[in-house]
Each structure stands twice: as structure tokens, then as C-alpha cells.
């Protein structure tokens, strides 16, 4: 049994300095098991001005489990998965600690946006670009940074708009869009091409 | 050496003081006294600062003047930091030290030149107390001592500030030389002059250690709401745009401020927000200081018993103590 008295508190005292931090949570849907909570990316790195979100799904033993947390947004991160989001950080596995709450994880993961653990990745192929090419992993997360986490991107539906005024078919587009990650660029780029 | 500059600086008070201070009341006087001391204080520093060797002259133009007063001075050796703010009261009994006074606290400046700036604008105000005869005889004795500050003397004697300037800039540029050495010749005065001053005016002696006294007790700033502090002082609104001041207020602010995040005992678990009670609140379970409720505790044990805040083994960090305290709080647990 999830303690919602807990969660509640949590979700207010997030919210509360949101104009500070930049993170808040908010319920997914009518519950607060699923939630979904969002930071602005740290100044300073390939993530910064993007506004990444991450699905927040809570344990019945919450908070003595952690939250199961993973990227709702696409990110280039050695410790975070490229295809899954899943986020490789301690705190969210075996150094969790009831003392932490769902804000204390989302600034974690902001700080590892800022600071990447190469030598413990997630993402192999993330993490060997890393180490061996900073430059390009730098210009590949700043890339994906503007494809996916900038706010001032349309939503789905006006993407959807959009790709089919230009003469796809609806369907084509759905599915693509959802195979490229939401980006109507890339989306784009592979419904020209097939 | 520095004796004889103390000498120097001297002179105007027992030129024209006596039958002035005959009229005042003990505390005025002790308050020139301490101007005086200031006075030489200054004429000190400057002498160091411009010529070593020119002292030599001034020892023999002005050894016949020495009053005894510079014991005052010279006592004042080491507390000197005090002896400004002390000294700073006392210049509100004339108008035209009072000026000099304001344009003092207002100079923003930091330790090392509002000393000095408090200096100078103090010896302008003993000055001013001998009135004219002193104020030129000052001005001689400052041209004797330093040729080049002749000039920026005369100017203060007629009540101009400019002079202040000069005394803050070479205060600055000089004041990082000068420290060491300055402690140094300021203790040893102190010996120089207590042997002199007993020979010369025994009288004087005794009430210097009254005043001394006096100044022991005055360590500090007048408080605004002080019976002693005198109605010339600078009002409270300039003490605060003090930049020392304004410091120690913004100091006290950030004391207050860590006191109050003293952490006390929450009032609630920060694992499950239940209010705790008075057997939870004073229960400890973990020498990290972390508290938290029973059942949290109990739900915590059941699982990988580690504290939440500082995530070790309840076990190890137990041991005797909490385990008995345990056994009598928590009887309730083995009996479900």
C-alpha cells in the first residue's frame, strides 16, 4: 500500500518551489502511483534549455522501495538508456533511502545529467562515444536535447497535422513518429526516405 | 624615537589646556585626554611612515614641552582598535570636531585606514580644543617633525578636511608595511614613558590609571541608549551606514540565523508524516541523529534495517544501548 499521505506531501512541497528548482511532479493520471515528474536540463550542458520529463511509477512499498523512474524523454546520456530511458543511478536501486523523496531523486538525476558516470553506463554505445569522442557525444546530446526535450516543440497531434498536410498518410505518420521518438524531423527525414 | 613624536604631538594640550579643563567636567577632560592620545597616536604613525631620521631632530626642539600626559598614549599602546571608538565621543564637545567626526564615520573605509582617517580628524579636534595658539603651534610642530606635511597640517588647523584624503591614501599604500613595525614601536614607548612621566608630574599618574579604567570599560562603541554617551556623537542612522557596523549587524544576523537552523526534533516522521508522539520523539535509534517513528522503524527492520539517514545497519549502530530502550518502547511488536 502505497502511503498516499506521503506522496501528497511530496507532490505540495515540490510544487511549492518549483520558481527555484525548475522540478515538479505531477499525477500521470487520476492516481498518484503514476506520475510524472520534470526538470529543466543543468546549465552548463549538452541538456541545457531542454525540459526533459520522467515517468514516475511508485512501488506498493513506497517509500521504503525506490520509485521506479525512467525517461519519458529522449536523452543522449552515457547512464541512461538511448532506447529505454532507463536510468542507471544508485539511489534509485540499492542506495535508496526512505529519507529521500521523488524531488531528491529528480535532483539526482538532474546532477547526473551534469556529471555522466562513463565507467558505469546504461548505455554502452552512449558511453564509448563518451570516452572516446566527447565532441561528437557532446553535439549528439545537444542534438537530441533540441529534437526532444525543447518545450517549444508541437505536440503529437500537430505534429501528426503537419506530416499529413505535407501528403502522408495518418497511419504512416503515427507509426513513425512513434518509431523516431516523437521527432518530427527525424520522422520526417524517414518517411521521405521509405 | 617614538616617544619624542609623542612628545610632539603633545604640545597644544598643555600649552592652552589647563585653564579650560579647570572649568570642564572629568569626563570632557578625559576625553581630550584621550583625543590627545589619538594625537599622538597619529603623530607617531606619521613620524615612522615619513623620516626615521628627522626624529632625531624633533627629540631636541621638542623634549622641554613633554607633558605628562603622554602616558595616556602610550598606555593606550595595544588597545588601540578601542581606543578610536572610545575617543570619538569626546570629540562632540566642540562643533568643529564634531565635524570632523562626521566626515569620519561616513568615509567608508576599513580597518586599517578608518584608523588612521579617525586619527587624523582626532587630531584635528584637539586642535581645535587648544583653539588658535595650539593649532599653530601643532602646525609648527608638524612641520618640524614631517617638512613635507607641513602644508596639509596648517589647512586642518583652519578646520579644512581635505587633508583626510592625503591620510587615507598614504595610510593605505603604507599601511601594509607599516603594521608590524607600528606594534612594535608602540610597546615600546609604553616602557619608555612610564619611566619618564612619574619624574615629571607624579600627580598625573593616578588619574591616568583612573581613566585608564574608564577606558577599559568603555571597550566598545557608545550604545545610543548610554547615559555617558555624549549628545555630540554621530546619531545612530550614521553608525549603522558604518561599514564595521553594518557588519556586525549582518554578523549577529547570520548567527541568529544559524541558531535558529539548529535542528530540532521534528515534529513529524519524515518517512510517513504521522505526527510523532511523545515515545517516538524521544526515541533515537541511530547515533546519526535521525529519528523517525516506531513503525517506520519496525517497517525498516523487517526490511534491510538500515537507517534512513545515514544508511547504516540499525544492528551495528545500535548495540546495548538502544536495544534495551527498545525492548521496553517497542514491547508491543514481539506479542503481534
Not at chain 1, 520522467?54 to 529522449?74: C, G, N, Q, S, V
Not at chain 2, 562603541?221 to 555617558?228: G, K, L, N, V
Request: overall charge negative; aromatic content about 6%; hydrophobic content about 30%.
Amino acid at each position: 500500500m502505497v502511503d498516499f499521505g506521503r506522496v501528497q506531501k511530496e507532490l505540495q512541497e515540490c510544487n511549492k518551489d518549483i520558481n527555484v528548482s525548475g522540478i515538479s511532479v505531477n499525477p500521470k493520471f487520476d492516481n498518484l502511483i503514476n506520475l510524472i515528474g520534470t526538470i529543466p536540463g543543468p546549465v552548463g550542458t549538452p541538456y541545457e534549455g531542454g525540459t526533459f520529463k520522467i515517468d514516475i511509477d511508485l512501488p506498493e512499498a513506497y517509500p521504503f522501495e525506490p520509485p521506479r523512474m525512467k525517461f519519458a524523454t529522449k536523452v543522449w546520456h552515457p547512464n541512461i538508456s538511448s532506447q529505454s530511458g532507463a536510468i542507471c543511478l544508485d539511489i534509485l536501486k540499492d542506495q535508496w533511502s526512505p529519507a529521500l523523496t521523488l524531488k531528491t531523486a529528480l535532483l539526482s538525476i538532474q546532477a547526473l545529467l551534469s556529471a555522466p558516470e562513463p565507467d558505469d553506463p546504461q548505455d554502452a554505445v552512449v558511453a564509448q562515444q563518451y570516452l572516446k569522442d566527447y565532441q561528437t557525444f557532446a553535439s549528439t546530446a545537444r542534438y537530441w536535447t533540441e529534437s526532444f526535450a525543447k518545450t517549444s516543440s508541437l505536440g503529437v497531434e500537430d505534429k501528426v497535422q503537419k506530416l499529413v498536410e505535407m501528403g502522408f498518410p495518418e497511419g504512416l505518420v503515427r507509426s513513425t513518429l512513434e518509431a523516431v521518438g516523437g521527432d518530427e524531423n527525424l520522422a520526417l527525414e524517414k518517411l521521405c526516405s521509405g | 624615537m617614538v616617544y619624542d613624536s609623542i612628545a610632539n604631538a603633545l604640545i597644544p594640550s598643555p600649552a592652552s589646556n589647563p585653564k579650560d579643563l579647570a572649568k570642564k567636567k572629568r569626563v570632557n577632560r578625559t576625553a581630550k585626554l584621550k583625543q590627545s592620545k589619538l594625537d599622538v597616536r597619529r603623530e607617531q604613525w606619521l613620524s615612522q611612515v615619513k623620516n626615521k631620521g628627522s626624529k632625531e631632530e624633533n627629540r631636541g626642539a621638542d623634549r622641554p614641552k613633554t607633558p605628562a600626559r603622554d602616558m595616556h598614549g602610550s598606555n593606550e599602546g595595544e588597545s588601540r582598535p578601542m581606543v578610536k571608538l572610545v575617543i570619538n565621543p569626546g570629540g562632540g564637545e566642540e562643533n568643529d570636531g564634531m565635524m570632523n567626526h562626521y566626515s569620519d564615520w561616513e568615509s567608508p573605509s576599513n580597518s586599517p585606514t578608518s584608523h588612521t582617517s579617525s586619527l587624523a580628524s582626532n587630531r584635528s579636534v584637539t586642535n581645535f580644543t587648544g583653539g588658535s595658539s595650539s593649532g599653530s603651534s601643532s602646525s609648527s610642530s608638524g612641520s618640524g617633525s614631517c617638512g613635507c606635511y607641513s602644508g596639509s597640517m596648517t589647512e586642518e588647523d583652519d578646520g579644512d578636511d581635505g587633508c583626510l584624503d592625503d591620510w587615507e591614501a598614504i595610510a593605505d599604500a603604507l599601511a601594509a608595511d607599516e603594521i608590524k613595525s607600528e606594534t612594535d614601536h608602540n610597546i615600546n614607548p609604553e616602557s619608555q614613558v612610564n619611566d619618564h612621566v612619574p619624574q615629571l608630574e607624579p600627580v598625573e599618574t593616578v588619574k591616568d590609571e583612573g581613566m585608564n579604567c574608564h577606558v577599559q570599560v568603555n571597550r566598545r562603541a557608545w550604545r545610543p541608549d548610554d547615559a555617558f554617551r555624549p549628545q555630540g556623537l554621530p546619531n545612530l542612522l550614521k553608525q549603522n551606514s558604518f561599514p564595521m557596523n553594518s557588519e556586525r549587524n549582518h554578523g549577529s544576523g547570520a548567527w541568529g540565523f544559524k541558531t535558529a537552523g539548529f535542528s530540532p526534533i521534528p515534529m513529524t516522521c519524515p518517512i510517513c508524516c504521522e505526527d510523532l508522539d511523545l515515545t517516538d520523539s524521544s526515541f533515537l535509534p541511530c547515533p546519526c541523529g535521525y529519528r523517525l517513528c516506531l513503525f517506520c522503524y519496525k517497517r525498516i527492520l523487517e526490511d534491510n534495517g538500515r537507517c534512513p539517514g545515514c544508511r547504516k545497519q540499525y544492528e551495528q549502530c545500535e548495540q546495548g544501548i538502544v536495544t534495551s530502550k527498545m525492548a521496553r518502547s517497542y514491547s508491543m511488536i514481539p506479542s503481534r
